[in-house]
């Protein structure tokens, strides 16, 4: 087990320890995890991680490292999310346009979203989803997260930014792709 002396606050709980020391937006977003999650299933300095959450997502991984991400204002990505999707490889492109923090893991059959909350997780991979069922394009998706963002921002809820709109795919969603030898 790892040494978490150099962590640990006053505390019983070494996982509030080690956010203490963290910037403040990440820090503040772990204690709202950990009051709605419960405490991570894996921690280190730098990472909180929960799986299988109730509500849909596969994994949770909160960060401390800050990424700027512009779209659709100037922000900080720091939560990441992810859920079981197979991508059709011929959207992987489309989906990189509507937004770069949307990741697809084709080998492990992932698809998740990173930003700076679950609300906005939730909106980006229910537009992806969109995207990838035809039922809209990427300027399309674009303009109605920026409009989920502005409406979000003034305290106003969508189901895009609450829950999942699609049934999550169940069993395999991996491609191993082709054996080449």
């Not at 299988?52 to 960060?63: C, E, F, P, Y």
């Amino acid at each position: 087990m790892k040494d978490l002396n150099d962590s640990v606050k006053e505390t019983d709980n070494p996982v509030i320890g080690i956010i203490e020391k963290w910037p403040r937006k990440p820090k503040e977003y772990g204690q709202r995890l950990i009051d709605y999650y419960g405490d991570p299933d894996e921690y280190s300095a730098s990472r909180l991680i929960w799986h299988n959450t109730g509500d849909g997502w596969k994994r949770t991984i909160l960060s401390t490292e800050e990424i700027p991400h512009n779209f659709p204002a100037q922000h900080h990505d720091f939560l990441e999310q992810v859920i079981n999707y197979k991508v059709p490889v011929s959207l992987f492109s489309s989906l990189a346009r509507f937004d770069g923090s949307i990741i697809v893991e084709r080998t492990k059959g992932e698809m998740s979203a990173r930003c700076a909350g679950t609300s906005m997780n939730f909106a980006a991979i229910n537009l992806a989803h969109d995207i990838i069922s035809g039922e809209k394009t990427v300027e399309a998706a674009r303009e109605e997260y920026t409009e989920l963002y502005r409406t979000f921002q003034k305290g106003e809820k969508s189901p895009y930014t609450e829950s999942f709109q699609f049934d999550l795919p169940e069993g395999d969603t991996g491609d191993t792709d082709v054996t080449t030898l």
